[in-house]
């Protein structure tokens, strides 16, 4: 039998509190994991995300993102999660970089307040009208605003602007829809926000086997926000503060900056709950 150590950790929390942001279970040393033992692990904790830490010729590190059904190439929380593990491993300081599938991304952190670099964005339209798009989210056509996009920026989501917090609130993915907002990798999920000058208000739907699930934070959607943001030629540089998480109790806040040179960063406060080991 062999031992691998984890850690807990709490990403994009909210004014520090042990059951705010998003869970993330961190591997720390997974040279000796093959792929179907790391998927194993991810639905054995059952976790949005479970990450395993590599060796790299290219980074600080790589890292392999699980859900419990299937292999991510990019998501936030597990990257910023992943990037504070290593430094208190000693693997890095405050900068480092770390390879994923979709590419080398670059983390940097102030204290516990981490931040990624987003890859830069591609986009294109929704084909759905938008009368079909307002059923299969619950709410009604005429709070829908500006141009609903796919943007990638290492994972490729749907982006919706709604017109009110309240729509926001209000907002669901139908079971029946998910054939219908499926992206790039056959996945269907769906975010939709709404800002308010300098904040926002945003939910995330995504589909776990047969149910509609709801994250309580996500930072690759909100990188693709960001790239939402270049898309409609959004004054630059432009910084946003996201609430996320309270309709299913886990209160989170993301910060999103884009500059005027049309890089997007995402960040968040990291907090580590507690570590472990599994023997097998």
Same mark, same amino acid.
């Not at 031992?3 to 004014?15: A, D, E, K, L, S």
């Given at each position: 039998m062999r $031992?691998?150590?984890?850690?807990?950790?709490?990403?994009?929390?909210?004014?520090d509190g042990p059951f705010t942001g998003n869970p993330l279970c961190v591997?720390?040393?997974?040279?000796?994991?093959?792929?179907?033992?790391m998927q194993a692990l991810a639905l054995q904790f059952n976790l949005?995300?479970?990450?395993?830490?590599?060796?790299?010729?290219?980074?600080?590190?790589?890292?392999r993102i699980f859900t419990p059904r299937y292999e991510m190439p990019f998501a936030g929380h597990p990257t910023l999660g992943t990037?504070?593990?290593?430094r208190a491993l000693g693997l890095a300081q405050d900068s480092l970089t770390?390879?994923?599938?979709?590419?080398?991304?670059?983390v940097h952190a102030d204290g516990c307040r981490w931040t990624l670099q987003a890859n830069a964005p591609t986009w294109h339209e929704v084909q759905e009208p938008?009368?079909?798009?307002?059923?299969?989210?619950?709410?009604?056509?005429?709070?829908?605003?500006?141009?609903?996009?796919?943007?990638?920026?290492?994972?490729?989501?749907?982006?919706?602007?709604?017109?009110?917090?309240?729509?926001?609130? $209000?907002?669901?993915? $139908?079971?029946?829809?998910?054939?219908?907002?499926?992206?790039?990798n056959g996945a269907a999920m769906a975010y939709v926000f709404a800002q308010v000058g300098v904040h926002a208000i945003a939910r995330?739907?995504?589909?776990?086997?047969?149910?509609?699930?709801?994250?309580?934070?996500?930072?690759?959607?909100?990188?693709?926000?960001?790239?939402?943001c270049l898309a409609m030629? $959004?004054?630059?540089?432009?910084?946003?503060?996201?609430?996320?998480g309270e309709c299913v109790g886990r209160p989170s806040t993301l910060h999103l900056h884009v500059d005027a040179m049309r890089g997007i960063r995402v960040g968040g406060d990291v907090l580590e709950l507690g570590t472990g080991a599994v023997s097998f």
């Open positions: $031992r691998y150590t984890y850690r807990i950790v709490n990403v994009f929390t909210q004014h591997f720390e040393n997974a040279d000796s994991l093959d792929s179907n033992t949005s995300e479970t990450t395993f830490i590599l060796p790299s010729q290219r980074a600080t590190a790589r890292v990037a504070h593990v290593c770390l390879e994923m599938t979709a590419g080398i991304i670059a938008l009368s079909s798009l307002a059923r299969m989210l619950g709410v009604n056509e005429g709070e829908i605003m500006e141009r609903p996009l796919w943007v990638n920026t290492g994972t490729e989501q749907l982006i919706v602007p709604l017109a009110t917090e309240a729509a926001v609130r $209000r907002a669901t993915l $139908r079971v029946d829809a998910v054939a219908h907002l499926k992206n790039e995330f739907f995504f589909q776990q086997g047969s149910a509609i699930l709801e994250d309580p934070a996500t930072g690759s959607a909100t990188a693709n926000l960001g790239g939402w030629d $959004r004054p630059l540089p432009s910084s946003l503060e996201i609430s996320q």
